[in-house]
């Protein structure tokens, strides 16, 4: 995979983490939907200019689209990868005490989802029968 087709992959995947449409992407850039398609879909160079206005649109360091990252195998992770990216974007308009309380709600329903441990099984008591 060439530097250009990794930077349109991540383009793509940075941009559906975010919870945008190429529309909305656009818009923030100043770009026509039609110019995201091509960048994604490498189609179309993406100028340096123009990579630095998708990195702040993105809320991420341009850097990002420069390292090796692997997509998720499964859909699941996919899902998980996306909540993460949403959850941080959404983390950062907040106050420090604001994300506080969020880490510990999540921390409270994180813990409540893990397997309750069972006690060890009772040896059984033999039956006494009255009389015996």
Known sequence: ?????RISAQLR???RSAGLTQNELAKRVGA?????????????RIPAAQLWLLSQALDMP???FFTEVEAPVTEQ???V???IRTAATLL?????DQRGAVIELLRAMASDNEPKKKAAPQAEQPL???GC
């Open 1 to 5: 995979m060439t530097l250009e087709e």
């Open 62 to 64: 341009i850097e990002q």
């Open 13 to 15: 995947l940075f941009r």
């Open 32 to 44: 026509h939907v039609q110019q995201i398609y091509r960048y994604e879909t490498g189609a179309g």
């Open 92 to 96: 950062r308009s907040l106050a420090a």
């Open 128 to 130: 006494r029968v009255a």
């Open 81 to 83: 990868f996306d909540d």
């Open 77 to 79: 992770e996919q899902a």
